[in-house]
């Protein structure tokens, strides 16, 4: 009885051409030592051979010069999987059949790249025992962040705090983010007659964003982003008050980690463009020091860097791949 039909139809997806000049690999398996079913292991002998042409390496038949050895050793629920060959041995675990899969590509990865197990885990080779915490069946995420900003010609002489939090869902190369933020600062400024005045500034905001992913499959990654929103913004001065809302666009760029697993951390750095001009109120309760030649009107874009956690509620969603 075949108990892994979806090995040999991976096979057919893990398959790529071979790059020209790509090392030359053969596998086999040690049939004496391997202890799946002979239907189930000519399904993983195909499955190993097209993990090593996804990683790069051109597969031919064995025996060959660089011949790696595959071996499969049941026990239990679980299978402990080995392939040893030139350039070394991996071993791994796999909870079930199903897995083993997405263990030969990280094990064909490491070896072909010379690089530790570990950093051959991508978004879509990840295992079960490794989901740390546990990966749901969707990339529904909620997110809060927090950082510095800058508001052109309106910040006190202070550093604004920005608070942001949202949903984001996620595929491979996109994502889809609906976020709001508040963005504040109070500072004391002293005028021309030596008085003391207190300014403050705050910028709210609600909006949605689209990200490319730059490297879809691995478990970080550099992303970009554009968004649209409303916002509106406020700034008390020593020469009045400035104001007004409308929409505004961002431009984003970012890193995010963690992607294989339900837990995220994330750097973003946003450019806040509104398409409106606050303007001034000469007549306010704080112009007390108001200057003659203080523009009736400023653009004031702002950039934000924040720093942001998230995390994905099971059950939600699905997966889209």
């Not at 398996?29 to 993983?44: C, M, P």
């Not at 090593?52 to 629920?77: H, I, M, R």
């Not at 003391?196 to 691995?218: H, L, P």
């Amino acid at each position: 009885m075949n108990r892994i039909p979806s090995l040999t139809a991976l096979a057919a997806l893990l398959s790529v051409p071979a790059l020209a000049g790509a090392e030359s690999v053969c596998v086999q398996i040690d049939e004496k030592a391997d202890s799946l079913e002979e239907a189930d292991r000519r399904g993983a002998l195909t499955v190993a051979r097209a993990a090593f042409s996804k990683a790069g390496a051109e597969v031919v038949d064995s025996p060959c010069e660089n011949q790696y050895t595959l071996t499969n050793s049941k026990l239990g629920d679980s299978i402990f999987v080995t392939l040893t060959g030139p350039k070394g041995q991996r071993d791994a675990k796999a909870v079930k059949v199903d897995e083993l899969g997405d263990l030969y590509q990280q094990m064909a990865k490491s070896l072909i790249e010379g690089v530790p197990m570990g950093d051959a885990v991508g978004r879509n080779n990840v295992t079960s025992r490794q989901q740390n915490p546990k990966r749901m069946t969707a990339d529904s995420i909620y997110w809060f962040g927090l950082g510095p900003a800058y508001a052109m010609g309106l910040t006190p002489n202070t550093v604004p705090l920005h608070l942001t939090g949202g949903w984001r869902y996620e595929l491979d190369m996109f994502g889809l983010e609906v976020n709001m933020g508040l963005t504040f600062a109070s500072a004391q400024e002293t005028t021309a007659a030596g008085e003391d005045v207190d300014e403050s500034f705050v910028s709210g905001g609600i909006g949605i964003a689209g990200f490319w992913y730059a490297d879809e499959e691995a478990n970080h990654s550099p992303y970009f982003g554009v968004g649209l929103g409303w916002s509106g913004t406020a700034a008390d001065t020593i020469d009045g008050t400035y104001a007004n809302n409308g929409m505004h666009g961002v431009l984003s760029a970012g890193f995010e980690m963690l992607r294989a697993s339900t837990m995220r951390a994330f750097v973003q750095l946003d450019a806040q463009l509104p398409m409106y001009q606050v303007e001034l109120d000469r007549d306010g309760l704080f112009a007390v020091d108001a200057s003659a030649d203080a523009p009736d009107a400023r653009y004031a874009p702002m950039v934000l860097l924040k720093v942001g956690v998230g995390w994905g509620p099971r059950g939600v969603g699905f997966r889209a791949w």
